[in-house]
């Protein structure tokens, strides 16, 4: 049976988690994405064990989604660990220092590896690995740095490069921009594969299963990762994207289609879950039922665990759809009509 979740942020009451629990359980849900930043790492160790286990205790899988954590993952969050630990730090093509960690710095790991420990103690069953990647410019909307800078230049990724490659790192001069060569982009690849296999690899080893949603872009974009090399990794269980159509200006039924072909043909062939996320912010008014049409189509397809981000349109965020109740009566509906067809 196909299996249906929804993110969840942005309440720290148990009293409102618990009237959302029966509101998420009637909305035809099996599985909660709780988002765990730092911020709870250290301010709502108590809390976020109590959602955790009252989600578990309603029958619901409970995942960890490392939200934003070090820069490293999706999410509207600031990173703590960034300030603390500059030295940690990605640099850019540019020279600044990126305000997200580097995957090769020690410090990283032990923090990553520190957040596993916390997520799975406090009940989490599923780890799910939320868009990883590099700093990337033009998702800051503080405009920190050029579209065309990316990572990383740091003195650790200097040495490793001309170790791999035996030659420098490219460094570009006074109003220069560089570009990203094969050895670059193969270079910043190895960094995260290597990365995740160690993270993955943990989280299994402690007991719990590992889900990751990747881009869903071209191979050629600086910010993808080889789907390939990353769903060969052990630990791994359930492998997805999340195809926003809204927020690609996408046609939805093409663009799911195309996107879930691409994840069929990386998760058959290793037997994981197909995962599927569609949007539920930023939805224009008389669109929803868009909603219906792409989570069925990504069944269709072979999705076998679908999920939407977030619950109510987003309404407790910027960005929030339009008509914020009608994306997750759509949703809710969708997800009974899927589930019992």
């Known amino acids: 049976m196909i299996e249906t979740g929804v993110s969840y942020f942005a309440n720290g009451w148990l009293h409102h988690f618990e009237r959302d629990l029966e509101d998420i359980l009637a909305h035809n849900c099996t599985y909660i994405v709780h988002c765990f930043s730092e911020n709870e790492m250290v301010f709502a160790r108590q809390r976020t064990t ?42 850019l093509s540019t020279g600044q220092r990126a305000p997200a960690a580097c995957p090769s710095a020690p410090e990283t790991r032990a923090a990553m590896r520190l957040w596993l420990d916390m997520a799975i103690d406090f009940g989490a069953d599923t780890i799910f690995w939320d868009e990883p990647h590099l700093y990337i410019p033009d998702w800051d909307d503080l405009h920190f740095a050029p579209d065309s800078a990316f990572a990383c230049f740091c003195p650790r990724c200097r040495d490793s490069f001309q170790s791999r490659f035996g030659q420098p790192l490219p460094q570009a001069g006074p109003g220069q921009a560089l570009s990203l060569q094969p050895e670059m982009r193969q270079h910043r690849e190895d960094l995260m594969v290597d990365f995740l296999s160690e993270m993955i690899g943990y989280a299994h080893d402690k007991g719990a299963k590992n889900a990751i949603t990747l881009l869903p872009v071209d191979d050629e974009a600086n910010e993808s990762l080889p789907w390939d090399r990353i769903a060969d990794l052990r630990g791994l269980d359930i492998f997805g994207t999340d195809p926003y159509w809204f927020l690609h200006d996408k046609d939805c039924e093409s663009f799911v289609h195309e ?57 407790a965020w910027d960005g929030a759809s339009e008509n914020p109740e009608k994306v997750w009566d759509v949703v809710g509906t969708t997800f009974g009509k899927l589930r019992n067809p």
């Open 50 to 91: 109590q959602f955790f286990q009252k989600t578990r205790n309603a029958g619901l899988g409970c995942w960890a989604n490392p939200w934003a954590v070090m820069g490293l993952f999706g999410g509207e969050q600031f990173s703590a660990f960034v300030p603390r630990n500059p030295d940690a730090c990605q640099m």
């Open 259 to 315: 996107q879930m072909k691409k994840t069929m043909a990386v998760c058959e062939s290793r037997g994981l879950t197909p995962h599927f996320w569609a949007q539920g912010f930023g939805i224009p008014s008389g669109r929803e039922d868009e909603l219906e049409t792409g989570f069925t189509v990504a069944v269709e397809r072979g999705a076998q665990s679908i999920a939407v981000w977030g619950m109510h349109g987003n309404a």
